[in-house]
């Protein structure tokens, strides 16, 4: 079936950044808004960051506004959170969703498509 793909988790210090990708795969997620969540463990999960179908509207939780941004590219249909100044407690496995609600509204008020996660780890 249709699927969604991220990338680019892994090891980095605290101050530095990342920039994750949600790739789709079967489905053309300009159909879609696309929320990344975040969970660790034994913490419940937690709605990151949206991003409207038309890109014109975008969301962000308290604990990284200002730190994190998030732009979609219709021509390699991809999602990208870019995240900067990581903290430890950015550590999460990150998960990208998509809803065919159109509009970016933050958190999960049910996804259409998870993606299975990429991990990423903020320690020195």
């Known amino acids: 079936q249709l699927q969604l793909v991220e990338s680019g988790g892994g090891l980095v210090q605290p101050g530095g950044s990342l920039r994750l990708s949600c790739a789709g795969s079967g489905i053309s997620l300009d159909n879609y808004s696309i929320n990344w969540f975040r969970q660790a463990p034994g913490k419940e999960r937690e709605g990151v960051s949206c991003?409207?179908?038309?890109?014109?509207?975008?969301a962000f939780a308290d604990s990284v506004k200002g730190r994190f941004t998030i732009s979609r590219d219709n021509a390699k249909n991809t999602v990208y959170l870019q995240m900067n100044s990581l903290k430890p407690e950015d550590t999460s496995i990150y998960y990208c969703?998509?809803?065919?609600?159109?509009?970016?509204?933050?958190?999960?008020?049910?996804?259409?498509?998870w993606g299975k996660g990429t991990l990423v780890t903020v320690s020195s």
């Open positions: 969703a998509a809803s065919g609600f159109r509009l970016c509204v933050l958190g999960d008020y049910g996804m259409d498509y």
């Open positions: 991003i409207s179908a038309s890109g014109a509207s975008t």
